[in-house]
């Protein structure tokens, strides 16, 4: 490492707030699936900024779309329209079973505002004052603001900031008697994740999810999908809840929407829209063009290079070879999740796993502490899995 690479590091580790621990690494440019550090290192990009680039790096058709833009309109508030938001909106209700959409900049905002929208309809629209209760699931995640990391069925997300938002409760993942047991009618809604991402990738099973959409129909609760991470093309269908045949009330949707410039979505149904009246919410930032037109194209492109088709090929390949590995190494004990959201579990190995990958050019992270997390682009090519697939092995032979 070369001096100056030295005291830059240093400098960020001074004043950088203290709550990350980002690796001894400072990127400088990326292209598709490649990201290339100050020392000119290449690495092969399987984290794509935890599920975010969704188009990689540098795609010439996002590149020139923002250019373009940032150089036309970059922000009005939300007190005009611009045509890139209602691009956005247009795009978001014609693929999805929703009818309207609340736009912010981050997943955490996307379901800030969902627990106000139900919460908003139970008490305003319903007339159903004592329904406040949000219902998620153990081990989930929603995010860090106070209401999404109450949400979050973990506690050590909640540790040191109590008191927590009033009104969530909790029950564990897939388990549908204990659904059927937590359920009563103050609940106003329940929030999952079709597939449990930082929770460890552990995909929801259809009966759950049939099951909770069910109870939430005969006690006049919402069914909330945090599609945040499983959204857009991830999962091999633009939103998992087509995947999973299950349909929500309410999405959310952040990460790879933008492709890596910062934007969210909640998006509903007319009905559950009700809830709101003009100043029930907002956000100064959100439906900025900038973000609006990086979404457009994010979908655009997802649909021309028929992408879905890609994710689906490309999961199976990257499975298949994982299974190889799970099989040559004991230290894979099971391989699971959906589209290019992979899990591959390691136990207590798994951050010395990601440590060792990174020295060998491929960047992974972990997700539930002992979990490998695959989440690279959604233009991925085939070259490029067997190339992952490949260093992900000499990784293991070290460890
Ligand atoms: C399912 C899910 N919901 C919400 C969030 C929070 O999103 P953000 O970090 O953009 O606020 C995340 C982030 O990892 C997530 O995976």
Redesign the pocket.
Known sequence: MNQQLKDLLARGNQLNSPNYAPADIVFERGEGVWLTDSEGNRYLDFLAG?AVCSLGHAHPRLTETLQQQAGRLLHVSNMFYTAEQIELMQRLVDQSFGDRVFLCN????A?EAAFKLVRRYQSRVAGRESKTKILSMKSS????TLA?ITATGQPKYHDGFAPLAPGFDYVPFNDVDALEQAFDDNIAALVV?PVQ??GGVRPATEEFLTAARDLCDRHDAFLMF?E??TGVGRVGELFAYQKFGVTPDVM?L??GLGGGVPL?ATVATEELWKGWKRGSHASTFGGNPLACSAGAVVLDTIEDEQLLDNVRARSRQLRAGLDELADEFDLISDVRGAGLLVGAECGEKASEVVRVARDQGLLLNTAGGDTLRFVPPLIIDEDEINEGLRRLRMALQQV
């Open positions: 935890i981050s997943g955490t905002e379901n995640f929603h995010g860090r999404s994740e991402g930082e945090d945040v991470q959310t952040a990460k969210g």
